[in-house]
């Protein structure tokens, strides 16, 4: 279990710190994508924190800061519903795969901390 625990997370945590980065230098697909689901470009530097500081989060709860880790896996989450719901609003389904999957990533991340 703890294997598993560890490689899920740090699949999270290297997931969140990639896009949060490619939100900050705007890479063009982020672009395409805030587009698509009416985010405004502006919106994107405090997306990119928030994905950052729940990076950090996962990373220091698998490091023993265990009840900051589990609030990082919620903050994530409900986060990444939120990307979900902004993509059916927006009738954006050709896409709604990434943040689905990093809403997968960020649950498991968050249930298997929680019962550890």
């Known amino acids: 279990m703890e294997l598993a625990y560890v490689t899920v997370t740090c699949a999270a945590v290297l997931a969140n710190a990639g896009i949060a980065a490619a939100d900050l230098v705007k890479a063009p697909f982020v672009l395409a994508n805030s587009a698509e ?4 470009p502006a919106w994107l530097p405090s ?3 928030l994905k950052a500081a729940g990076a950090a989060g996962l990373l220091l709860g698998l490091f ?3 009840p900051l880790g589990i609030a990082a896996g919620v903050g994530l989450v409900l986060f990444y519903l939120g990307a979900m719901a902004a993509h059916v609003r927006a009738r954006v389904f050709h896409n ?3 943040p689905g999957s990093f809403l997968a990533l960020a649950a498991g991340a968050l249930a298997m901390a929680a019962i550890r």
């Open 96 to 98: 709604i795969a990434f």
């Open 64 to 66: 023993g800061v265990r």
């Open 37 to 40: 689901v009416g985010v405004a």
């Open 47 to 49: 997306l990119a924190l």
